[in-house]
T-cell receptor
Framework: NAGVTQTPKFRVLKTGQSMTLLCAQD?????MYWYRQDPGMGLRLIHY???????AKGEVPDGYNVSRLKKQNFLLGLESAAPSQTSVYFC??????????????????FGPGTRLTVL | GQNIDQPTEMTATEGAIVQINCTYQ??????LFWYQQHAGEAPTFLSY????GLEEKGRFSSFLSRSKGYSYLLLKELQMKDSASYLC?????????FGTGTKLQVIP
């Protein structure tokens, strides 16, 4: 199993250009997430999906769009890149189930990340 | 929403014990995760607490007090490879909110 994969690993864009980041998982997880990680800011949720064909906004959704046409893929799009979107982007997937000791368990499995620079 | 606080940096000596604290204020709390992240790599799962008390897994232990909104990660017999960032995360039903992480440096 490859787990969670991300394409590309690195990318440099000019302001105003567009691009799509691809995330794929082979664990049959229902939930998928896109985060960005910036120094001193931790992981911040951009968008997420709880199933094929559904998406929802996270903490920092502005400037990004997503699509989940297939269960195993979650795409993150930047329509008009800005320097403020320079960051490391992580995709994650999870299943949600009942924890043995109660509560809901949703361990997240992360992809290797995409390092994006917008000039 | 969720608010998670943890120290920014810590330094500890190889072979010693270190405790990384995390406090959280949250709605819809379902459990507390700890992740490890080495520089330039993705976060990886360390532990999960849903009930009050201590969960032990080898050299790593994690504690939760739901009434106090408090957790800690305890690392014993520190090794140089434990130098990494440790992320505290509060789990909700569909989402997880991460703290900013604690960068741990292990020195000889």
């Amino acid at each position: 199993n490859a787990g969670v994969t991300q394409t590309p690993k690195f990318r440099v864009l000019k302001t105003g250009q567009s691009m799509t980041l691809l995330c794929a998982q082979d664990m049959n997880h229902e939930y998928m997430y896109w985060y960005r990680q910036d120094p001193g800011m931790g992981l911040r949720l951009i968008h997420y999906s709880v199933g094929e064909g559904t998406t929802a906004k996270g903490e920092v959704p502005d400037g990004y769009n997503v699509s989940r046409l297939k269960k195993q893929n979650f795409l993150l799009g930047l329509e008009s890149a800005a320097p403020s979107q320079t960051s490391v982007y992580f995709c994650a997937s999870s299943y949600t189930g009942l924890a043995l000791k109660g509560g809901t368990y949703n361990e997240q499995f992360f992809g290797p990340g995409t390092r994006l620079t917008v000039l | 929403g969720q608010n998670i606080d943890q120290p920014t940096e810590m330094t500890a000596t190889e072979g010693a014990i270190v405790q990384i604290n995390c406090t959280y204020q949250t709605s819809g709390f379902n459990g507390l995760f700890w992740y490890q992240q080495h520089a330039g790599e993705a976060p990886t799962f360390l532990s999960y607490n849903v009930l009050d008390g201590l969960e032990e897994k080898g050299r790593f232990s994690s504690f939760l007090s739901r009434s106090k909104g408090y957790s800690y990660l305890l690392l014993k017999e520190l090794q140089m490879k434990d130098s990494a960032s440790y992320l505290c995360a509060a789990g909700g039903y569909q989402k997880v909110t991460f703290g900013t992480g604690t960068k741990l440096q292990v020195i000889p």
